[in-house]
């Protein structure tokens, strides 16, 4: 039975999944310095908001430093980009990080099932940014996501986000030393 073009495109991508492990891809240190960027990024907000708060030129000082380390360590991950991949990538760390932590605060105050829901929208954020930045995704073609993969009723995601969601599990092991 000859594959219509999703079916091929799917089989591509995973493919290209393939070719890119043996055995499993072992980014751990990518892992951990991404979520390092993250909460630079955050101490960044924190710096600025600190600054207009307190009206202490000095936060505007340190958030410019912390800025110039981020700035550094971004590159480390992000080497080749075109177009605006460069504030993409950094913006969905940003957003990763925050949904993370309003989820964490959900979850202390026992609302369970929407602080899954958060986690899993900021699981899903990490996932795009490394299927963007693992050349995954091609964003050369991109013009709009298939309305067929969101709906909040589904239980197995679907689309580019529940593909790249089972990259990073399987091929991501932070554990691999």
Do not use: P
């Amino acid at each position: 039975m000859a594959k219509n073009g999703k079916e091929e495109k799917i089989q591509n991508f995973i493919d290209k999944i393939a070719q890119s492990k043996k055995g499993k891809l072992d980014l751990s240190s990518d892992e951990d310095l991404s979520i390092g960027i993250m909460n630079l990024i955050s101490i960044e907000e924190h710096f600025f908001f600190t600054a207009n708060k307190t009206g202490k030129d000095k936060y505007y000082d340190m958030l410019r430093e912390v800025r110039d380390i981020r700035k550094d360590l971004l590159k480390m991950i992000v080497q080749k980009y075109e177009g605006e991949v460069w504030c993409i990538s950094k913006h969905l760390l940003a957003a990763s990080m925050r949904l993370m932590e309003v989820g964490t605060k959900m979850l202390g105050q026992g609302r369970d099932k929407e602080a899954k829901d958060m986690f899993e929208k900021s699981f899903n954020l990490y996932s795009l940014f490394w299927g963007v930045n693992l050349n995954l995704v091609d964003t050369s073609n991109v013009a709009k996501i298939d309305d067929q993969a969101i709906n909040r009723h589904d239980n197995e995601k679907k689309g580019l986000m529940g593909k790249l969601g089972n990259v990073v599990k399987k091929a991501i092991d932070c554990c691999l030393e």
